[in-house]
């Protein structure tokens, strides 16, 4: 059994690794988090925050004065480590996964590992990732027995458990949320259920860890196909001149249909990444997931090409494009087809484009090198006639019909349709 003064250690404090750490903290656990960069390392040791979530830095200020959770840029040793670092593409054009900066978690754990300790992934990982963690650690310590690998009791419990949240609801999710824990063995997932049992009000299912990574990605995978059926229903409806918002709203009133909502294309590092790992571990069978992706990626271009039309048939006009975020009320643009927009078109109309994110205070770097300006709404809508809304951010929610009815408008969220 896991002590009641449990230390647990945290690799990676971004936007699953903070608030996780906060919660674990919360439930008390004394949490030393880990992360490569200095400036994360520094604003959390003063109770604040380098991310934006819903109530988070309130959490984070209480934890840290209570001396309930500290950072650093090194792991030390603890009872349990939580690795939740990125997971993103390798640079070969060819959406591979990218699973080095666990690898490297790894390694930094194992140099620190004790016989009893557990050690949990919820990074979104291909199939097998668990494994090769847990491969890492027997190289690197051929003193613990490791699961899986040795007769009798292992030294070392590995699991992984990935998050089910959404951005401007995590700490509530992370408690409520039902999680799927899979262990190397089933050893090793009752040892992280117990860890997970101190701070999950939600059921804890466990399970083997293929099956466990594979749900994660199924999960975003299912999203994905569902979005892009609406997206390609946007574009069919484009080009047959007919209002696609009209059409599911009809469509939606049998009982058993229920079209999603389509916009400029999908986000995030989960949904617009994740389908890609299934895709990557059985090409030649993945073929509906593979080609959601594909559309939801061509919706972004279809946007793109409309917006710059609007621009090119009304040369003297000023373009708002309103927002820049992957998904309405959060400051996250990973992945954002709202991003890729709105640079496109700097790139391409320069001081024409007024770019409006809330959650901004300046410019991302992929606007370097135009004219573009960020400004607030009230400008926006005095200086521009073509509204791109991109993001369905409250505040843009909340511009009456007056005001824009005069405008060029495109919706690519239906918020005004």
């Not at 992934?121 to 890492?136: A, F, H, N, Q």
């Not at 009000?201 to 892009?228: Q, W």
């Not at 917006?307 to 927002?323: E, N």
């Amino acid at each position: 059994m896991i002590s009641k003064t449990l230390n647990a250690s945290v690799i990676g404090l971004g936007y699953i690794g903070l608030p996780t750490s906060a919660v674990i903290a919360r439930a008390g656990c004394r949490v030393h988090g880990v992360d490569v960069s200095q400036h994360v390392v520094n604003t959390i040791n003063r109770g604040e925050v380098h991310i934006e979530e819903v109530d988070l830095d309130g959490l984070v200020q209480s934890v840290v004065n209570e001396g309930m959770l500290t950072a650093s840029l090194q792991v030390e040793p603890a009872d349990v480590f939580v690795i939740a670092v990125p997971t993103p593409f390798s640079n070969d054009g060819k959406h591979t996964p990218d699973i080095s900066f666990v690898l490297d978690a790894a390694e930094k754990v194992a140099a620190v590992l004790k016989k009893g300790d557990c050690v949990i992934l919820e990074s979104t990982s291909p199939v097998g990732t668990t494994e090769k963690m847990r491969d890492v650690f027997a190289q690197k310590r051929p003193d613990l027995a490791m699961p899986g690998l040795c007769e009798g009791t292992p030294d070392v419990s590995i699991a992984y458990c990935p998050e089910r949240v959404l951005p401007g609801r995590i700490l509530e999710e992370l408690i409520h949320n039902d999680r799927s824990i899979g262990g190397i063995t089933p050893r090793c997932a009752r040892k992280a259920l117990t860890f997970y049992k101190r701070f999950v009000r939600g059921e804890c299912v466990v399970t083997d860890a293929r099956s466990a990574e594979m749900t994660k990605l199924v999960e975003n995978a299912f999203r994905d196909v569902n979005i892009a059926f609406a997206n390609e229903l946007s574009m069919i409806a484009d080009k047959q001149g007919l209002d696609v918002w009209e059409v599911i709203r009809l469509a939606n009133r049998h009982p058993r249909v229920n079209v999603l909502q389509p916009g400029p294309g999908v986000g995030g590092h989960c949904i617009a990444v994740d389908p890609w790992f299934i895709v990557h571990g059985a090409p030649d069978k993945a073929k509906i997931i593979r080609q959601a992706r594909e559309t939801n990626d061509a919706k972004m271009h279809h946007v793109l090409a409309k917006a710059k039309a609007l621009a090119d048939q009304h040369p003297d006009a000023k373009i708002a494009c309103l927002g820049l975020a992957f998904k309405a009320n959060i400051d996250d643009f990973r992945e954002s087809p709202a991003l890729a927009i709105a640079a496109s078109l700097a790139h391409d109309f320069g001081s024409r484009v007024k770019v409006v994110e809330p959650f901004a205070g300046e410019l991302p770097k992929v606007f370097s090198g135009t004219d573009a300006s960020l400004v607030d709404i009230d400008s926006a809508l005095e200086e521009c006639d073509i509204l791109l809304l991109l993001v369905d951010h409250d505040v843009f929610k909340a511009i009456p019909e007056q005001e824009r009815s005069e405008k060029v408008v495109y919706d690519t969220r239906g918020v005004w349709s």
